[in-house]
């Protein structure tokens, strides 16, 4: 019955009937994890947002307000207990699974991984997130024919433009100073 939006087609057959399902469909990620995380399946961890690359790559922002759950570690499970399932159930889907925030330029720091950032400047009006990486991690940040910066810009809604942290000295002429963000929380699988 939680699988119903996913039905593409039932046929009859002989032996009772054959469903085909849509494995690109935006939310069976989402059913995946209700049925392997319990915490999700409760409402104690939460799913803010998914950004797919169907068979490819998969982000997801989880967030809790009990400070005794991770929600990360929730979704992973002990050794990738919870993960695993799903990701062999997509084939091996690679999984990046992010913590959510409420400030905009930690969660674009966040969706970024795994990648580390070290400073992201807003620009509200125009909803654009221009951020600093370690010259060394730029192509990381950008990913495979830009998936990355591509998947972390649907999951946070924010246009990015990244650049290293050389370039970014030189077009304002200053060293960058220390990350004025939290520490990044993240895990890829």
């Known amino acids: 019955d939680r699988l119903k939006a996913f039905i593409v087609k039932v046929d009859a ?3 009772g009937p ?42 997801l922002a989880v967030y809790t307000q009990n400070v005794d759950v991770d929600p990360i570690g929730a979704c992973v499970g002990p050794q990738g207990t919870r993960v695993q399932p799903i990701i062999e159930e997509l084939r091996g889907e690679k ?6 925030s409420s400030n905009p330029a930690q969660f674009v720091a966040n969706a970024l991984s795994p990648a580390r950032v070290l400073e992201v400047t807003l620009v509200q009006h125009e909803k654009l997130a221009n951020v600093v990486v370690p010259d060394h991690q ?26 290293s942290e050389s370039e970014a000295s030189e077009q304002d002429g200053r060293v960058r ?5 939290m520490h990044q929380d993240c895990v890829s699988i």
């Open 18 to 59: 054959i469903v085909t399902l849509s494995r690109i469909h935006p939310g069976l990620v989402r059913r995946l994890f209700e049925l392997e995380v319990p915490e999700i399946a409760t409402g104690v961890v939460k799913i803010h947002t998914i950004a797919r690359d169907p068979g490819s790559r998969s982000k």
């Open 13 to 15: 057959a002989v032996k």
């Open 95 to 100: 999984m990046d699974i992010v913590l959510w």
């Open 177 to 181: 100073a220390a990350l004025p963000l």
């Open 138 to 163: 730029l192509t990381l940040a950008i990913g495979i024919k830009g998936q990355n910066v591509r998947l972390a810009v649907k999951l946070t809604g924010w246009r990015i433009e990244i650049k």
